[in-house]
């Protein structure tokens, strides 16, 4: 089981809005770390989506946001589109003996 | 823009060694700033980071697999290198490596290499 806990699954329809969730505890999220997301279309690797709980790299549209709140964080997706039908993973530090960089252990997103 | 290429044998026998290397371009190891990461993942599975290490040789590890991985770098050649021994059926994954960004310790991987797949059989 992983240090970070997100949902299996989560889906919604063309132009919806969803969000994932990754819940932490006082040894990660809720120490004040920042949570960082990855999207992880079928086949490739992880791409990074979001860094420092709600910072978008270049090229990554405004669609995608993260937030952060005690333990958990939240990575939001506005307007839905096919092309976004992929896995996504919530990362953080961890000052447990899990450490120090751990993984949540991923959401599929399916766009109905 | 920078890159990095995991390359290594796809197969590896029950309690030998594995050994993987990412060559990066676009960048400089050497240059500093950054510290390079590999990551696993098993068929199916999440992501499960496996240790770093600096320009300097300066290492850190997953403090579950820390007993059998070394990682090395080769500065000459921009490359780094992971070495996992005793490997066993569940070692059978795919490997990424990746380069670490961000403020210790809230660090995040910006740059991934496309993953190679190790199976462990013999």
């Known amino acids: 089981q992983s240090v970070l806990t997100q949902p299996p699954s989560v889906s919604g329809a063309p132009g919806q809005r969803v969000t994932i969730s990754c819940t932490g505890s006082s040894s990660n999220i809720g120490a004040g770390y920042d949570v960082h997301w990855y999207q992880q279309l079928p086949g490739t690797a992880p791409k990074l989506l979001i860094y420092?709980?709600?910072n978008r790299p270049s090229g990554v549209p405004d669609r995608f946001s993260g937030s952060k709140s005690g333990t958990s964080a939240s990575l939001a997706i506005t307007g839905l589109q096919a092309e976004d039908e992929a896995d996504y993973y919530c990362q953080s530090y961890d000052s447990s003996l899990s450490g120090p960089w751990v993984f949540g252990g991923g959401t599929k997103l399916t766009v109905l | 823009q920078v890159q990095l290429q995991e390359s290594g044998p796809g197969l590896v026998k029950p309690s030998q060694t594995l050994s993987l290397t990412c060559t990066v371009s676009?960048?400089?190891?050497?240059?500093?700033?950054?510290?390079w990461s590999w990551i696993r993942q098993h068929p199916g599975k999440g992501l499960e980071w496996i240790g770093y290490?600096?320009?300097?040789?300066?290492?850190y590890y997953n403090p579950s697999l820390k007993s059998r991985v070394t990682i090395s770098v080769d500065t000459s050649k921009n490359q780094f290198s992971l070495k996992l021994s005793s490997v066993t059926a569940a070692d059978t994954a795919v490997y990424y490596c990746?380069?670490?960004?961000?403020?210790?310790?809230?660090?995040?991987?910006?740059?991934w290499g496309q993953g190679t797949l190790v199976t462990v059989s013999s």
């Open positions: 990746a380069r670490v960004k961000g403020y210790a310790p809230s660090n995040y991987f910006d740059y």
């Open positions: 420092g709980n709600s």
């Open positions: 676009g960048g400089s190891i050497s240059s500093g700033g950054y510290y």
């Open positions: 290490i600096y320009y300097s040789g300066s290492t």
